[in-house]
């Protein structure tokens, strides 16, 4: 089906058949096991093939992850360079925009190569998973990193929720409950903190602190529209329409199944643009880079 607005999907996880080969063997099992993905994700895509799939779902600029998944060298860890990254930007820079993942346990090294991919490659944000490190987002390790985000003046998204079982062999702890964001947004008023993943099961949590906190923001991505909760629906559509951002975390939500549920949620026109496309270029100052997202 065609659609009105070209999206701007905040959160997606580049996958071409090299990333596929290099990542961890408990990812195409997650995928393909938990997910019920097509088998196709263990070989990945193209860059040409994943536009494709963008343009089928009326996404016109995608924000991609170069992931630090785990401390390096733990079980079931993963890190992305920035480097393939910043590559795969330079390709299409009117379709792609990165964004640079965080290793809390890096310290300074990592604050630098933070500042690095956003000074140098043109990153627009950071990204972390808290549960991989089972630091929670309030944790002091993640202070540095804060720190230098409000210096870049560039978005920091953390995923909140539980966290599921992706490496059997390593569970790990739910350390991502929303509230743990009120610490942050009250010591860094500055910085631009946003929750990925909904925070299920503790979506109003997260409603909760993107009301109090003018600097706190949301990414309904890799849950499927039509598994939101009522309340998070009514917020995108009412007093959070300017808080909410698009994402698919692909290859998790595919682009065009993502857009086809929100169509069929029925928000009102100008909530729905708000949250497909211009909070987004509100929050990571897109404007000027947007040729790709009308």
Same mark, same amino acid.
């Given at each position: ?8 999907? /905040?959160?997606?996880?580049?996958? /071409? ?14 995928? /393909? ?32 992850? !170069?992931? =630090? ?47 690095? !991919?956003v000074r140098e490659y043109g990153f627009v944000g950071a990204h972390g998973y808290p549960h991989w490190f089972e630091l929670a ?7 540095p990193f804060y720190a230098k985000a409000c210096e870049l003046d560039v978005p920091v998204q ?16 739910? +350390? ?42 949301? +990414? ?41 549920? +929100? ?10 643009? =708000? ?20």
């Amino acid at each position: 089906m065609p659609f009105d607005i070209l999206a701007i999907d /905040t959160v997606v996880n580049p996958l /071409t058949p090299e990333i596929a080969a290099s990542r961890p063997r408990w990812s195409a099992e997650f995928h /393909t096991g938990v997910f019920k993905q097509e088998q196709r994700v263990r070989e990945g895509y193209t860059i040409d093939e994943m536009l494709r799939m963008m343009d089928e779902g009326g996404v016109g600029r995608a924000m991609l992850v !170069a992931a =630090k998944i785990g401390q390096a060298g733990t079980r079931g860890a993963w890190h992305l360079p920035y480097e393939t990254v910043a590559d795969f930007v330079q390709k299409r820079p009117d379709r792609f925009v990165g964004l640079a993942g965080l290793d809390p346990t890096e310290g300074m090294a990592g604050v630098r190569a933070f500042e690095h !991919a956003v000074r140098e490659y043109g990153f627009v944000g950071a990204h972390g998973y808290p549960h991989w490190f089972e630091l929670a987002p309030d944790h002091a390790r993640w202070y540095p990193f804060y720190a230098k985000a409000c210096e870049l003046d560039v978005p920091v998204q953390l995923q909140v929720g539980q966290s599921l079982v992706y490496d059997p062999g390593r569970p790990l702890r739910s +350390v991502g409950r929303p509230i743990t964001f009120d610490a942050v947004a009250c010591d860094f008023p500055e910085l631009k903190l946003v929750g990925i993943h909904i925070g299920i099961p503790w979506t109003d949590e997260m409603i909760a602190m993107a009301w109090k906190h003018r600097n706190v923001f949301i +990414v309904a991505d890799a849950h499927a529209p039509k598994h939101w909760p009522a309340s998070f629906v009514r917020y995108i559509d009412s007093y959070g329409q300017d808080k909410v951002m698009f994402g698919t975390d692909f290859p998790v939500l595919g682009f065009q199944r993502m857009r086809e549920e +929100v169509e069929a949620l029925g928000l009102r026109e100008v909530p729905k643009r =708000k949250f497909l496309r211009d909070n987004a270029l509100r929050v990571y100052k897109l404007a000027d880079r947007a040729a790709g997202a009308h």
